[in-house]
């Protein structure tokens, strides 16, 4: 039973090494039809990502990390219980904005308990926002697809009102720093000096691996996926199945709001700015998670290659534009998507050598 | 209050939503989510102008902007072939594809013009409005409405409503996509290819989310900058909203655009800027609205049977 399931997980692997394989080669083929003479140079910088510059690159590369890591395990986590989470960046806008008004107006908390408090306010206005469209889903059969897109626009505009509100720092037209609620840099601070990782990471990982041990280890979780697998047949099996769905997902948007809390209550000069515009890294969760297949401690590593080459890309720019990093991404997980494919070769290749051995 | 200037503008934000969402259909009543529908419409529109700003001068405007959308809708098939083979042929989850196709526009637009032109802002001559049609903008209260300042865009995206509910409804081809949708295994049975009927489900879909990114495109900006500014994903959910039929697809569409027009507007309309509501709440209007009305309509609601589910020969 036990070697199964390490099977699965090292078909899994092996399929995400060929995307991503497949991923950079297409790359250095653009690089090399774009700019003959740079392209080595540039890919090399691509492919070093987080190693660039050490430690200070690596740094950067955890804290990019960071939020996606949670946006990631925010859509994950819904696909897990079978529902589809467009909606983490309206999470994460509205956790961002909660977490930022603890750490500028709630003054009276000393900073060490302050951005505790800030993740916590985020969780809850993520989770919040979330079970709207998880309540709509459940009592009122409306898609969770089109309430989270509709919500996402919602969420800016209702944030941009807020903040001119409550935290506004007019003459630059975005939000007032949460000086109060930094999160503190910890042991990151001597590890990666001038970098913007904080304690958020280590929050950020023991997050993924607790939504791991939910999904996999306990009953709760196991019925959460059953209700995504089949909801009447849950129902049939005695499940609560409408109040699974609206706790799926309120724990979906409890997860894309931390994301924004850990965004903006990092002391790197991150703000929200007052414009009309649909943070990217609620949308950046889906490529994350699928490239996982929504695993959360395999959305720890693909967050990270990500971000290792979205670091990469920074380092590259003086070459070319940072945007062949995201054809790159695209291509690896279009690739990703025929893991299929490769894992049936794979399978063939075992049972050849099996065969064999036996 | 400027009533024609309403309608113009719920034109053109209903429009380009109507063509997308209607392309939508096609796909998904074939059994095939296509969440690229953004993608698309970037890749597409971007191939449009390349093809406008060709041609600037050479061909007539009008002419030359029907060329356009012909080159983005072909552009649109091309580009959505690549979730067709992955989601079809392939048997992959049709989510990834189509997130990959979102993915690669932008970025692969961004790349393109950066390398070029160092400026990620592609600028085009606003020469295709037409201000009067010949003879039918006389005529009182329909001409002011609906033939002044306008593009020929909007006439092309009622025609290709027309055309779409004739395929889908009066044609066999709408007959045989739809059981692929719906059974698969049954219309195999009948001596359907499912594969190939998915495989121009999506190309359809390609085609017209295609068109949809230029006729949204032309008429509402002068410089087009890599995005379409979430309509695709607006388009898929006004084909849920439309329950995945052409009517109520034009319901939806219109009834967002009207909703949109009024939020973007609504300083010049008295009354509604009486009830004091913060502009900022203001936008979120045709949003709410939307979910609203869904929360009352959606206890029925029904996706085609299929729809997400890789057909496979060899399952029963």
Same mark, same amino acid.
């Given at each position: ?7 699965? $997980? ?7 090494? /060929?995307?991503?394989?497949? @991923? ?17 140079? *540039? ?5 070093? @990502? +987080?190693f660039n510059r050490l430690p200070r690159s690596f740094g950067e590369m955890l804290y990019q990390a960071t939020p996606i890591l949670l946006t990631g395990l925010s859509v994950g986590f819904a696909f897990k219980t079978g529902l589809f989470n467009? +909606? ?5 806008? /509205? *956790?961002?904005? $909660? ?7 709630w003054t009276f908390l000393p900073p060490s308990i302050a951005w505790i408090v800030g993740l916590l306010g985020a969780m809850v206005a993520g989770a919040l926002w979330a079970g709207i469209s998880g309540a709509l889903k ?57 970098? @913007? ?23 709760? +979780? ?30 979906? +948007? ?33 490529? /994350? $998670? ?21 670091? *990469? ?46 | ?44 529109? #971007? ?36 979730? %067709? ?20 526009? !932008? %970025?692969?637009?961004? #790349? ?21 049609? %010949? ?66 489900? &999506? ?47 034009? #319901? =939806? ?9 009024? %939020? ?5 309309? !008295? ?14 209007? !045709? ?5 609203? &009305?869904? =929360? #009352? ?20």
């Amino acid at each position: 039973m036990f070697k199964n399931v390490n099977q699965e $997980a090292l078909k899994t692997i092996f399929a995400s090494v /060929v995307s991503i394989l497949i @991923g950079l080669i297409m790359g250095l083929l653009i690089l090399l039809v774009t700019d003959p003479s740079n392209a080595f140079l *540039g890919f090399q910088r691509a492919l070093l @990502g +987080g190693f660039n510059r050490l430690p200070r690159s690596f740094g950067e590369m955890l804290y990019q990390a960071t939020p996606i890591l949670l946006t990631g395990l925010s859509v994950g986590f819904a696909f897990k219980t079978g529902l589809f989470n467009i +909606g983490a960046s309206g999470q994460f806008i /509205v *956790g961002g904005f $909660a977490a930022i008004f603890i750490g500028v107006r709630w003054t009276f908390l000393p900073p060490s308990i302050a951005w505790i408090v800030g993740l916590l306010g985020a969780m809850v206005a993520g989770a919040l926002w979330a079970g709207i469209s998880g309540a709509l889903k459940a009592y009122r059969n409306v898609n969770e697809v089109i309430t989270s897109i509709m919500l996402n626009y919602v969420a800016v505009f209702l944030v941009n009102f807020l903040v001119v509100a409550t935290v506004f720092n007019q003459t630059r037209n975005e939000s007032l720093s949460p000086t109060n609620a930094f999160i503190p840099r910890g042991f990151f601070n001597d590890l990666f000096p001038r970098t @913007g990782v904080h304690m958020g990471y280590v929050v950020a990982i023991v997050v993924a691996i607790i939504i791991w041990i939910i999904l996999e280890k306990t009953t709760f +979780g196991f019925e959460l996926r059953a209700v995504g697998f089949n909801r009447h047949a849950a129902r049939y099996a005695g499940v609560n199945e409408k109040r699974n769905i609206v706790l799926s997902m309120m724990i979906a +948007g409890a997860l894309a709001g931390l994301g924004g809390a850990l965004l903006y209550l990092s002391a790197t000069g991150v703000h929200i700015e007052v414009v009309d515009v649909i943070p990217l890294q609620g949308f950046n969760g889906i490529p /994350v $998670a699928l490239l996982a297949s929504s695993n959360p401690i395999g959305i720890i590593f693909s967050s990270l290659l990500l971000a290792h080459l979205n670091t *990469g890309g920074f380092y590259m720019q003086t070459l070319f534009p940072t945007e062949i990093i995201n054809i790159m991404v695209s291509v690896i997980i279009y690739f990703s998507a025929f893991a299929m494919i490769t894992k049936s070769i794979l399978e063939k290749y075992l049972k050849q050598k099996g065969g064999k051995n036996a | 209050m400027n009533l024609p200037f309403l309608v113009q503008q719920t034109m053109f934000f209903a429009i380009p939503l109507m063509v997308v969402a209607l392309g939508g259909m096609f796909s998904e009543q074939s059994g095939v989510i296509n969440i690229g529908l953004e993608g698309i419409m970037i890749f597409s529109t #971007f191939m449009g102008i390349l093809v406008l700003n060709i041609f600037v001068g050479i061909i007539p405007a009008q002419f030359l902007f029907i060329l356009a959308l012909l080159v983005a809708g072909i552009a649109g098939m091309i580009f959505s072939s690549l979730h %067709a083979y992955a989601s079809v042929y392939q048997k992959a989850n049709q989510v990834i594809s189509g997130t990959a196709l979102n993915m690669f526009a !932008p %970025a692969f637009f961004n #790349f393109t013009m950066r390398n070029q032109t160092g400026s990620n802002q592609l600028y085009f001559l606003n020469q295709y409005r037409i201000p009067k049609v %010949a003879i039918l903008g006389d005529i009182p209260v329909i001409g002011p409405l609906f033939f002044t300042n306008t593009y020929i865009s909007t006439y092309i995206g009622l025609v290709i409503l027309a055309i779409a509910v004739f395929v889908f409804y009066k044609t066999r081809f709408g007959l045989r996509l739809r059981a692929c949708g719906e059974h698969p295994q049954a219309a195999d049975a009948a001596g359907i290819n499912v594969y190939r009927m998915r495989t121009y489900g &999506v190309l359809i879909s390609g085609l017209l989310a295609g068109m949809g990114g230029l006729i949204l495109t032309i008429p509402t900006t002068t410089a087009f900058g890599g995005s379409v500014a979430g309509y695709g994903f607006l388009a898929l959910a006004v084909l849920i909203f439309g329950q995945w039929k052409p009517s109520r697809i034009v #319901f =939806a569409a219109f009834f967002f655009g009207t909703m949109k027009t009024i %939020a973007a507007t609504y300083t010049s309309i !008295p009354i509604l800027v009486g009830l004091g509501i913060p502009g900022y709440l203001f936008k979120s209007v !045709p949003y709410l609205t939307t979910i609203l &009305v869904l =929360a #009352f309509t959606s206890k029925k609601s029904v996706a085609p049977k299929a729809l997400g589910e890789p057909y496979d020969k060899g399952k029963r």
